[in-house]
Each structure stands twice: as structure tokens, then as C-alpha cells.
């Protein structure tokens, strides 16, 4: 998910969503396995973004944020997601955003559907100066496929503001999508992709809209570490022009499990 | 050894054969509402018990009622290759629609077993996967044990679908686990009563997974592993067969209830693989106790004593097996000394010759592997050296080295390889080659 920050004015247009920029991630179809935690920390950093505080809303450009996530494993197609977001910047130190849940549901692999399918849901609270539209609410649907050393990812995702000057708004589209290549057993490269078009009725003007691409990497070094790193580059004039992102997460097993687990 | 041939369709209807096997599509109900559609032999699964007669000739005609070239490996028997039952060593395929007719004089004696020997891929459907697997027992001349009832079980797993595992390649997984086709509780008991030894003939017909099984309140004495006479027979709480491995063991019927006979890890258990045993006059649910771990060690059933010294005339071959990651949609390829089949090298035998294969597994899985048409010695496991057990089918753990012993004594081609469908399908096979 990525978390939305309401900013107007930007560049003479009206009211629009900016880059998230706290949870940049494409989701893959699999949920983490019953009784595991997954903790992982996304540290993102806008090089070059929004310099201009706009309705009291602190400016992107040169914020590092930090994102703790933690997803537990309730059985074997049903997780829960839980977020901690901060900013650092300079003269606005280190501060709380807000917070989400996530639940997630999951096609069982017993299915033997041809690609990985899940769908997640996810709502929560940014505060006002990050975001004007501090409740909001995701319905992301996850379709993924493994070919080979190919991998195949897309998350159509709605999102729609519960507080904020976007309610009227109703259901924007915020895609992203993803391919990687798997160049050896450790190392896969590829694209990410995310956008938000804007209103699913209505979709935006193209510099309205955001639109960014990273070059990603995903390092496969033990199935209990989760580690992609990537650049990006926003094409338009509403996304923030280059960001720096970097996950790494870690699994853990409650309790100690026997042989016969 | 007596006249070992195949003859094929007209000139195999003329007499009737000791044992008739059709191989055709068969549907069959697994566990309530749970009907798995598949291939096997005569229409049921496990396939008939062929009950021969050491050094007895017998005939076998095999009828293939499929639209796709098959074949039968006749797994632990001493068979020329046009007759084992692998294309590769040079063995016919079986057309659709053809019937072949095996004519040989079965040894050695012991549990053996038949099943297909073909190439199944990505389709979970076919080979070993399938359901063409059946019990074969050489009666011995003069039958050692003493016993008061047999059975024979198989252990097998359905409805495969691949996963990404943990080492980052695909592997087969499975939603049902039987035995003799039956989850749990679906199938008929094994019916008992105090006082028997009862002997179990195990196989695991598994086409990629290594299973345990306990039987709650009893301990197995184990008389024979792959159908071969151990020289020490010790109890134990649980059998692990790796895919092709077959355990016979002695049970004292000694503690009358209703218990169940199944898989030791839970989850598997719960997929269906177990059987109840039931005394006479026994009722009430069927009891589970639950072991804290897996133990297992062909260790334990070697001869006493410390192993023969290593004679120097045995040749040493050394064969070293190592994946390729493909990707992480893929399964790995396999390699034995660097290459994978059928690129692998030819290796020429002597006969009488005696050779130590020194089966390096430098990979991060177990593998079962089965040398065909001769019975190995294991010499030494991980450090440990050893002596007095014989089998057709070894389980090296990852990263571990495993020597075995034999004597080239069966002239013509013989296939090693890897009994992991998978595996085998991705090139872990070579061919040994008399000279």
C-alpha cells in the first residue's frame, strides 16, 4: 500500500493525491504462513520531490521516511498487516504520521489456480500534516505468476478517503505492477510501476496524474529475509521526481517448532 | 538365471499368461466425495499383488489401454534391460493398445514392487505421480520368518500441484496422502488379534516425498529393508521410507485397541496417510500417540562389529550431485559429476568387478537413489562406516557423502538415478555400461 497524501495547489492544479512514498511495494499473491511474523522496515528517501509547504501540508522534498510493518500468519490464506509510519526532515525531526491495518485473504494454493491471487484491504490514519485526508481506505486485489525466471506482478488497487477534502472524490485507481528476471538464485532485477490516474469515473490529466518507475532489485538470500532495493523516477509533474527505497524484512516463528510440526 | 524375454501382441495371446496387468485410466474415491482421476494398473490402486516364486519361471502380459506410450519397471529384480523397464537402458516403451508379454524367472527373492518408469515434467498427472504402482513378492525357497498374517502397504501422494519451496526452486506438493489409497479412517482396518506377529510389507510409492510412519502402542521390528534380510534386527518406534524404499517389519500384536497406523508429521497425517489396526473385539475411536521427532538410521540394522577394512581392489567411483537454479518458476536441473542426462558419461563396468559408488550429495535436498538391476552394500553413511546392509535405493541427506558396495554381476545397461520424479525428470539419472 501506499500511503496518500492529499496536497492541492501543486503547480496550478486543483486538489490531487501525491506520492506516497511510505510503503513503496508491489504485492506479490502470497500471505505469510500460519503462526509467522513478518517484520520488515521500508526506509524511503525523495531525493528530489514537492518543496513547498501547501496547505500546511510539510513538503516531500528530502523526507526520509521509516515504515515498520508487521504481518502475522493466521492460517494458510488469511495474514494481517499492521503499519507504523514516521518522517524525518530537517527542521521537522522525527515524527509519528499514522498508522493502518491490513487484512488479507488469499487464494489456497489446494485451488491450483494458474496465478496467485489474493485480495487486501487496508484502512487507516495519517495526520493532517502529512496528508489532509487522514482516513482512508484501500481494496488492493494481488494477481501474480512465476514463469520460469520470470515473475509477473499486478495490483489494480481502489482507494477511496473516509476524512479529508477528497471524499467527494469517491474510488481512485492506483494501479502497480512489477517484473523481475531472476538472474541467479540470490539475485532478481526488474520494473516496478505505480500510478494513480485518479477518479475511476473521471481520470485525471496526465500531469495530474502520478506516474513512476523504479528499477528494482530483490536479493534471495534465506527464505527468512526479505530484502529489494530500488530507484525511482516520477514522469510527470505531480509525482516526486527521484526516490531512493530500500526493504528489508525478516521472518519469525512464534514458540519452537518440532520435526512434526 | 532362467530365459528372460518379451514378446509382443499376437504371439502373446496364444497361452494365458500366470498374471494379466492392464494399464488404463482409473477413477477412485480417496477419502468421502474426494475422487482422484488417474492411471493404474487393473483398475485399482495400489495394483494387484504379483505373488511369485523364486526361481520359478513366470509369464506377465501388460496391456497399455492409455493413449501414450508406457512403461513397468520391475523395481529390485535381477532382469536383463530389454525386460527391467527403463527406455533409457534399452527397454521397448509399450505402445497404446499393445500388450507385451515379460517371460523371466524372478529373483531375488523378498518385497519388491512395479511401477511406471516414464517422464512426467510439469504434469502431476503422469509417471509416479500417477497411480501405477503395485506389490511384487518373491517368496523366498525357504521362508525365514515366522508370522501370523501379512500386509501389504503403499504409501502414496495425490493431486500435486508445485510451490516455490524454501531453497527458491519449485517442488511438488500435495493436497491428499494415502495408504493403499484410503485417507484415514476411509478404508478398510487391518484387522488383527493379540497374540499375532503380524508383518508389514511397506512401500513408498511416493513419486517425490519421504514419509514416516509410527504405529501408536506397538514398536516395528525390522527384518528386511528394499525386500533384503537384515543381518540385525532391532525395534523401533518409526519407519522412514524415502520414494522407492520398502521396509518389512514384524509387529507383536501385543496391546489390544484401536490405533492408528499413519504418518508421524502431523499436517501429512491430516492429508489422509494413515490406516486403522484393529484388534478383534476392539471398538471405540482409534488411538494416536504423538512422537516428538523423527528418528531413523540404516545404522541401526548393520552387522555388529567393526566394518571390514577397504579393499583395495574395489574401484571407487565417485559421483557428485549438484542443481542448477533455472529459476524460481523452475525446478532445478541436476547434475552427477557436473552433467545432467543424457549428457551424463557412460560408465563402463567389469564384470565381477566389485565397485564403491561414493555418492556425494552436494545439494540442499535428500535423494533416494536407486541403482537398477543390482543390490548395493552400504560401506559408510556421513562418517561413519558400515557394513551388512543391502538395498537397491539409498536416501543421502543433503550435503552428506554415502558409500555403497557392488558387484557387477548383471551384464547390460543399468540406469542410476535419482527416484524423485523431479529430480529425475531434470537429468539426475547415468548409465553404467558393462565393458
Sequence with gaps: ???????????????????????????????????????????NFTDIGQKHLIDGIYPTNHQEHETLELTQGINNWFEVGFYIFTSEQDGHGTQWVGDHIRPRIRVPDSWHWPVGVSLSTEIGYQRPVYSLDTWTWELRPIIDKTMGRWYFAVNPALERTWHGPDVAQGLVFAPGAKFSFDFTKQISAGMEYYADYGRLTQIDPL?????????ATDLNVSPKWEINVGVGLGVTASTDHFLIKCIVGRRFSWGKHSQVE | MGAAFAIRNAEARQVPADY???????SFEAAPRRTIKTTAYNSQVPGPLLRLKEGKPITIDVTNRTRIPEVLHWHGLFLPPELDGAMEEGTPMIPPDARVRYTFTPRPSGFRWYHTHTFAGRDLSK??????????????????????QEFFLALHDWNGHFLGSEDGSMEPSYDISTINGR???????????????????????????????????????VIALDGNALPRSTPVPMLRLAPAERVSALVEMNNPGRWILGEVRKHIQAAGMGIVVEYADQSGKPQWQQPAGLSWAYSGFAALGTAPARDPAVVEIPLVFKSKFEGHGNLDRWTINGKSFPDTDTIALH????????????????????????????????????????????????????????????????????????????????????A
Design chain 1, 1 to 43: 500500500m501506499r500511503l496518500l497524501l492529499a496536497v492541492a495547489g501543486l503547480l496550478g492544479a486543483t486538489s490531487l493525491f501525491a506520492q506516497g512514498n511510505y510503503e513503496i511495494q508491489v504485492y506479490g499473491a502470497e500471505t505469510v504462513a500460519p503462526g509467522d511474523l513478518m517484520v520488515e522496515v521500508h526506509s
Design chain 1, 207 to 215: 500531469h495530474q496524474q502520478q506516474q513512476q518507475f523504479f528499477l
Design chain 2, 20 to 26: 494379466s496387468i492392464e494399464i488404463s485410466p482409473h
Design chain 2, 127 to 148: 509417471g509416479q505421480y500417477s497411480g501405477q504402482h503395485g506389490f511384487l513378492y518373491i517368496e523366498p525357497r525357504e521362508n525365514p520368518g515366522r508370522y501370523d
Design chain 2, 183 to 221: 485417507v484415514l479412517g476411509f478404508g478398510d482396518p487391518l484387522r488383527v488379534k493379540t497374540g499375532q506377529r503380524v508383518l508389514l510389507h511397506i512401500v513408498n510409492s511416493s513419486a517425490t516425498d519421504v514419509h514416516w510412519v509410527a504405529m501408536a502402542g506397538h514398536q516395528f521390528q
Design chain 2, 351 to 434: 564384470r565381477g568387478q566389485r565397485y564403491r559408488l561414493l555418492l556425494k550429495n552436494d545439494s540442499d535436498d535428500d535423494h533416494p537413489v536407486h541403482l537398477h538391476r543390482h543390490i548395493f552394500e552400504l560401506r559408510r553413511i556421513s562418517n561413519q562406516e558400515t557394513h551388512g546392509v543391502f538395498k537397491d535405493t539409498v536416501l543421502v541427506d543433503a550435503h552428506t557423502q554415502t558409500d555403497v558396495e557392488f558387484t557387477a554381476d548383471d551384464p547390460g545397461m543399468t540406469l542410476f538415478h535419482c527416484h524423485q520424479q523431479a529430480h529425475m525428470d531434470k537429468g539426475f539419472m547415468l548409465l553404467f555400461r558393462y
